[in-house]
């Protein structure tokens, strides 16, 4: 199980932290290129709580992957070394 689940979970955080890296660079760039184009002091007190509230969540999606993904292998090789132990216990119970 360790071996089929260590790369898919690789491959899910990191396309999850790419994502929100990605999108925290364009939501920022967007509101950069607003405020610079319209140069209205209306449009940066309207946008700026909902730009704040968004970065937020995108820099803890960025953080929260890895962690998430750490601690998922560092699951799996606990359940991987139970069950193995298990095993083992129960290996002359029932034959060959």
């Not at 760039?29 to 730009?51: E, I, K």
């Not at 699951?75 to 216990?89: E, I, N, Q």
Request: charged share 10%.
């Amino acid at each position: 199980m360790e071996v089929t689940s260590y790369p898919w979970l690789n491959t899910v955080v990191g396309g999850l932290l790419t994502v929100a890296v990605v999108l925290l660079v364009v939501v920022n760039g967007a509101f950069l290129a607003g405020v610079l184009f319209t140069r209205d002091r209306r449009f940066v007190n309207r946008w700026t709580r909902p730009l704040v509230m968004t970065d937020a969540a995108l820099l803890v999606a960025a953080v929260a992957a890895p962690l998430s993904g750490v601690a998922v292998g560092l699951g799996l090789k606990a359940f991987g070394a139970v069950a193995g132990t298990v095993s083992g216990w129960t290996a002359g119970l029932f034959g060959k």
